[in-house]
């Protein structure tokens, strides 16, 4: 038996630690959006409106997988942990490659040629994938049929939950779940590994330069358009991530998932200061713990005025985020 | 056809906002009636809605389109856009004032949504226009003092009735709801709402009527349906231990997710679930999970009978349905069905076309032999009918009729 029994700490306080469990996991997920919003924009610029929805796409190609090795509704249930195991990693693999790929493509095929254009161009531009992207996901939606039934485009529906809900810290009369310990374990790790690979590596130092001077580091001999391609890839790779998480987590996917975690996600990019890193993730564990801890105290109708009237108050005090350095022309 | 009349819609308005005379009270052709509905066509309730407008068509199929002389037109319009998943005011407004400018429509069946009601019941107010709901159930649409202050006069503008529903309103299911609840010996209760006004408005009703039956209420609270969990509020909730969970909403509002954090946080087994008639569709049974029902105990109240109860003429109805689309009709199509059926019965009892003449025909509809059984329409335009039922979500995900509810 552990010390530290759920008898052994005021009920106020075991509700306060709860809340900062809640907070940070969702705030984790949050932030691993928020890198997709922050490191284009930190590149070129754009607020690429479309991220959320690619991470809702995401959401569908994971459960496309499942729904191929033949993982859906009621055959959950009957699979052996072998079998769910498989599920996990093969979405694992599977699920960043395919959101790295779709924003390479959008990439090539909607930014590049707007890159000279005015930079609203390319923003309104960003708007529109998003809803062709909301429009696919519907389209998606009803072609994964539950069962060999088919569903609803447009309403939500459950995503297999291949990881139990099972209680880890019972003992201490808190909730934490091998699903919060799966946002943990897979997101903490990403984002040392991304630190660590855009100081350290070269071309990490490419799209730090990049970011800094584009014109510049053109002189310098760098690929600008190479760096710009792998941003947009590794972001996409990210959201990728994130669908998954989500999907596993949260176990409830639709067509409007992408907008409103993206909307989140966004601000947690701004609050950090938008092109800055650390910021994005500082941002999303910030709204998290707000939104947790608004749900606990304030009420739930509450939490997202909340979350954005702090985004007002820091933009007011810092306009530039909490993290963010210099401030350069915003669209 | 369709996109016709859509078409010449579009273009009545646009030559209307230039100043022409599209507005005049006898336009188009003399022998044909336009009976529009504006339901939520895209986003979530598109299922719900879907066989609404196939129990409407069913019913016109029937009168071969045609009552008398005149020649029966339908129009389903969209109040949702695509980008919200569900109603939006502009969207509804829009589609009112649409049928308000087309002198050839007679009659409105909808909205779907109470809040969607309210926006568009004072246009249509003014312009004598019969609005016939299939699901919108707030009772202060039109039950005086069942409401908010000030309701239903300020739907009525014009000082008249003209919204009748052939749904029961939420005047009984909230309460009907309370007293099952206590029939399965609940003791303790918690009551979650979507902040809507259908959702906030049955929890309500639900909160007060297990207050008279000394029900302890444990906790009245609003959930943020945008938001992707509830997680914080449920932990909450489940350190109250309730006997029964209360959400007033829809599966488009937040339901599916309730039913997911109940099992996360181990309240299955403990706690059983109670949802009103916005969740008594597949929709919600995807969304939440259809294993999830294996685990938790749902209870759906809902106003009427499931379509396969029905005896009689609705019997017949759910033959005929099953038989044209091939699929079990979901909760709402006979109400689809029966707002169709009144439409032509209006119609017919007017015998010509004026929209004040139809509108008081239907209002003095009594003893109306419907699906549903006979029933009639009060002064208020609320239908008598006063059976609700009380349904259980097996393991399979399908709603098992429990027994129907009445007021005692």
């Known amino acids: 038996m552990p010390p530290l029994l759920a008898e052994s700490f005021s009920p106020e306080l075991q509700s306060l630690v709860q809340y900062f469990i809640n907070g940070l996991t969702i705030g984790m997920l949050y932030a691993l959006i928020a890198l997709g919003y922050t490191m284009v924009y930190g590149i070129i610029e754009l607020i690429n409106f479309a991220h959320g929805d690619l991470f809702m796409l995401g959401c569908f190609f994971a459960m496309t997988v499942l729904s191929v090795i033949g993982l859906t509704g009621g055959a959950v249930a009957g699979a052996g942990t072998g079998m769910l195991v498989l599920g996990v990693v093969l979405m694992f693999l599977l699920t960043p490659i395919f959101a790295g790929a779709a924003n390479w493509a959008v990439d090539r095929v909607i930014y590049k040629p707007l890159r000279d254009a005015p930079k609203l161009a390319a923003l309104v531009s960003a708007i529109g994938v998003s809803f062709i992207f909301m429009n696919i996901g519907q389209f998606w939606n009803a072609l994964i049929r539950e069962d060999g039934k088919p569903v609803q485009a447009a309403s939500d529906r459950s995503f297999p939950g291949l990881v139990a809900p099972t209680n880890l810290l019972t003992d201490y009369g808190l909730q934490f779940t091998y699903r919060d310990l799966l946002i943990v374990v897979v997101t903490v790790p990403i984002m040392i590994g991304l630190t660590i690979f855009v100081k350290y590596t070269r071309l990490g130092r490419a799209m730090r330069a990049t970011a800094q001077n584009p014109t510049a580091a053109r002189l310098m001999g760098i690929d600008i358009d190479r760096v710009i391609r792998a941003t947009f890839v590794i972001g996409g790779a990210l959201a990728g991530v994130a669908s998954v998480i989500y999907a596993l987590t949260i176990t409830r996917i639709g067509y409007t998932v992408g907008f409103q975690n993206g909307l989140y996600a966004f601000t947690a990019a701004v609050l950090g200061g938008i092109g800055n890193i650390p910021g994005a993730v500082l941002g999303g564990l910030l709204i998290g713990l707000v939104r947790a801890l608004g749900d606990g105290y304030v009420g739930s109708e509450w939490s997202s005025a909340l979350v954005f009237l702090i985004l007002i108050l820091i933009l007011v005090f810092r306009p530039s985020g909490l993290l963010g350095v210099h401030t350069r022309e915003k669209v | ?408």
């Open chain 2, 1 to 408: 056809m369709r996109l016709q009349s859509i078409l010449s819609g579009v273009v009545c308005v646009a030559l209307f906002a230039l100043g022409s005379g599209c507005n005049k009270p006898a336009g188009g052709d003399p022998k044909t009636i336009k009976i529009v509905s504006s339901l939520p066509r895209t986003g979530s309730a598109k299922g719900q809605t879907d066989t609404i407008v196939n129990g409407i068509k069913l019913a016109l199929e029937e009168a071969d389109y045609k009552v008398g002389d005149f020649k029966i037109e339908f129009l389903d319009l969209d109040d949702a856009t695509a980008i919200d998943g569900k109603w939006t005011s502009e969207r509804e407004t829009a589609n009112a004032e649409q049928a308000v400018k087309d002198p050839d429509v007679m009659a409105y069946i909808g909205p779907y949504n109470s809040g969607a009601a309210a926006v568009s019941m004072p246009i249509l107010n003014k312009a004598d226009l019969l609005m016939i709901s299939p699901a919108a159930t707030w009772p202060g649409l039109t039950k005086p003092g069942k409401g908010a202050p000030g309701e239903p006069e300020k739907h009525r503008p014009a000082g008249k009735v003209n919204f009748t529903r052939v749904v029961p309103a939420d005047d009984l299911q909230g309460p009907l709801g309370a007293d099952w609840a206590k029939e399965m010996g609940v003791k303790k209760v918690y009551i979650l709402h979507d902040n809507e006004v259908y959702g906030k408005g049955i929890a309500e009703l639900f909160r007060d009527r297990a207050k008279e039956l000394k029900l302890q209420v444990l906790g009245f609270d609003a959930v943020d349906y945008k938001q992707s969990d509830f997680r914080t509020k449920m932990g909450d909730i489940a350190k109250e231990a309730p006997d029964l969970l209360y959400f007033g909403g829809t599966s488009q509002s937040g339901a599916p997710q309730i039913v997911k954090e109940m099992v996360n946080v181990g309240l299955a087994g403990k706690t059983k679930l109670m949802v009103p008639d916005g969740c008594f569709e597949d929709a919600f049974v995807t969304g939440a999970g259809v294993e999830n029902f294996g685990k938790l105990e749902t209870f759906v109240t809902f106003g009427g009978l499931p379509s396969n109860q029905l005896t009689g003429k609705g019997k017949e109805f759910y033959d005929k349905y099953k038989a044209k689309y091939n699929i079990e009709p979901e909760a709402y199509a006979v109400y689809g069905y029966e707002a169709g059926k009144v439409a032509l019965k209006a119609i017919e009892k007017a015998a010509r076309k004026d929209r004040a003449a139809i509108l008081a025909a239907a209002l003095s509809i009594r003893d109306f032999d419907g699906a549903m059984g006979k029933w009639s329409f009060d002064e208020n335009g609320d239908t008598s009918l006063t059976t609700m039922s009380g349904s259980k979500i097996d393991a399979r995900g399908v709603p098992q009729f429990v027994k129907p509810l009445t007021l005692k």
